[in-house]
């Protein structure tokens, strides 16, 4: 096998993490980035999943019920060399310390933003010398949406205006869409990622500066009011698509 059909192979990743809701969510975000997750929401499975399963990286959760991550740090550290990254919930320094001298490769906190997560764990994986066989990729926030088929609609030929400055969005007879503050932000950060797909995750954090969880419908209720305000067909919209499981992409302004 080559480099370059080396390259193209999914990055192996364990997550061993007891919340399920959170579980869905990473896996979902991370399989965007080119990469094959195994979740695992008990630890005592954790040994057959290294066998079988083969990961080039393990995120592990710091509590993970009654059963303390350092213990399961302990364990994989004691039967592989595979690098470790550690989710806490809250960041204490002594943890950090023993997680660490333990073998851990770094700490994240779970309600850190999903692109830095992926950034972190690109570094682990290069430090590894493991990111070179993968196809991850943190260039981008996830890959074009798929219903676009390639070509972005462009703002000039419909005639809406996004005036960032005067935090204006202007319909194409020059009349304000008046958005309060959540809509404009939520706008904003889709706009500026036009055609990649925006994680509830992301949107949660920075719109409402919260974790988002997964009974969590303040992403959900701006975006229906923003449909509300720019789309045609609110049962059938056209510029901001929602991504199962994922979050919502803008794909352009409407007609």
């Given at each position: ?230 789309e045609r067909d609110t049962s059938d919209p056209q510029c901001i698509k929602t991504v199962r499981q994922v979050g919502y992409v803008f794909v352009g302004f409407p007609d």
């Open positions: 096998m080559d480099h370059n059909t080396r390259s193209m192979q999914p990055t192996r990743i364990l997550l061993v993490d007891d919340d399920a809701a959170f579980c869905d969510q990473a896996s979902a975000y991370l399989a965007q980035h080119g990469c094959n997750v195994l979740a695992l929401t008990d630890p005592l499975g954790l040994p057959e999943a290294l066998a079988e399963f083969r990961p080039q990286l393990v995120l592990l959760d710091q509590r993970l019920g009654v059963v303390s991550g350092t213990e399961v740090l302990k364990t994989l550290r004691n039967g592989t060399t595979t690098p470790c990254i550690i989710i806490t919930g809250c960041s204490d320094p002594l943890d950090r310390i023993v997680n660490l001298e333990l073998g851990a490769d770094d700490e994240v906190e779970k309600s850190m933003a999903p692109r830095e997560l992926i950034a972190r764990i690109r570094g682990v994986l290069r430090r590894s010398g493991l990111h070179e066989d993968s196809a991850f990729d943190v260039g981008r926030a996830v890959p074009a949406y798929d219903g676009m088929r390639g070509a972005l609609p462009a703002a000039a030929r419909s005639g809406w205006r996004f005036d960032t400055g005067r935090r204006l969005l202007l319909r194409p007879d020059g009349s304000n869409c008046d958005l309060t503050t959540a809509e404009y932000e939520t706008f904003r950060v889709l706009h500026d990622a036009l055609g990649e797909t925006v994680a509830r995750s992301e949107l949660s954090l920075r719109v409402f500066h919260r974790p988002w969880r997964a009974n969590d419908r303040g992403v959900d209720t701006v975006i229906k009011k923003l449909r509300q305000k720019i």
